[in-house]
């Protein structure tokens, strides 16, 4: 009889420590879609500071998701369940370009102006399965450079102008990045504990 109980014992107590987990489970975070409709330069960031997030909290070593739904739509039980939720709210993104400068002769030339991007958002972690607001904190970020933004050629009967979007977008992407980046340092400060 001692002999049974002492050979069970030695075969539920190894299976016993190996139910135990040692590695920290890395909490999953779902990255929520933007509320509401924007125009031009606001629409772009708005989408794009959900994948840069979501990219800047996987190289923070967090199991982070774009949920393709908003707040409301999680909130109402949609989609899959998450440790946190992060939404970038209210969005707001302007470009201007100031003191412009045209460089060139009367057949070729460059203007450069002095482009100013900014962005601000509003970043809210909540907790995922009771939905409290966990942090809120505005961001705000102004980026200014020097660039080119359109080319004119001309001759004794043609002259053409080429404005350079382009230059804005790579404006917007940068700030946008930038912005991701802080937000994703607020998101991991919002998780540790306190």
Known sequence: MKRLLAAAILLLVPSALFAFDTKRQTPRIGVL??????DHGE????????????????ERG????????????VADGEGEDADYYVEIAGAGANSD????????????????DLVVSRVAAEVRVYD???GKLL??????????AVMPTSVYL???????????????????RSITRSAARDA???????????
């Open 62 to 73: 967090l199991d982070a998701y774009d949920t393709g739904l908003t707040y409301e739509q």
């Open 135 to 144: 942090k809120n904190e505005t961001l705000h970020k102004r980026k200014t």
């Open 33 to 38: 879609r933007v509320a509401q409709d924007y």
């Open 97 to 112: 370009s100031y003191a412009g400068l045209g460089v060139g002769t009367y057949e070729i030339g460059v203007s450069v």
């Open 128 to 130: 995922g399965p009771t």
């Open 43 to 58: 629409g772009y960031v708005a989408k794009t500071v959900v994948h840069y997030l979501r990219d800047e909290l996987r």
């Open 184 to 194: 994703a340092l607020l998101v991991v400060s919002a998780l540790e504990p306190q």
């Open 154 to 172: 001309g001759g004794s009967r043609l002259f053409a102008v080429v404005a350079m979007p382009f230059v804005q977008h790579a404006q917007y």
